[in-house]
């Protein structure tokens, strides 16, 4: 079997300065532990490919700087996005307000194209938080799902659970896989190339 993708699919990595995207890519796909913060200059394009059902599938994440003002996103560099996946930093009560002002951004340029919410730095999170930031995560998909919907919210760390993170990104992309091939389930053969199946936990769905 060739190695080239035969799909592939464009997901934006976008959401507030200092949210972690950069991060979270980098030990999703390399292993690598979080850098000191390094303000992102302009959009960076990651590659990762997997297997699913003997088809070879390539899912480009664009990385798109975050600032630290209202967004602005250019038609051209969103446009033919399949999926967008919305960072913030969850320990950031201002970070999290910030993804309303990305959201709407996104509204402006694309239509009906699936959103994840991921929470990061949940390590930095105290416990007796965690109800409260599951449910605001919860309200803030309610409410601004109604052009692009968001499908569910994750809460990750780039910093110390390879687990969740790895899993959390992998039931994104099964989901890309079957939009993409309706007849597919969430049990199919989709692995990374050159990776074991990880195990599963439940996500967080916004519904």
Partial sequence: MSSEPQVEFKVLFMGPFRGGKTSILEKYLYGKPPRDHVASMGTEVFHKKIISNDIVVGINFWDMPGQDRTPSLSAQLVRESQAVILVFDLSDKKSFEECSKWKQALDT??????????????????????????????????????????????????????????????????????????????????IPIGQERPSREKSCKCS
């Fill in 109 to 190: 340029k694309l239509e009906k194209v699936p959103v994840f919410l991921l929470g990061n730095k949940v390590d930095l999170v105290a416990s007796q938080k965690m109800s409260a930031l599951k449910r605001d995560m919860k309200e803030f998909c309610s409410r601004n799902s109604s052009k692009n919907p968001i499908v569910t919210y994750f809460m990750v760390s780039a910093l110390s659970d390879d687990k969740v993170l790895t899993e959390s990104l992998q039931q994104i992309i099964e989901h890309l896989l079957t939009m993409s091939n309706p007849a597919s389930s969430r049990n199919n053969d989709s």
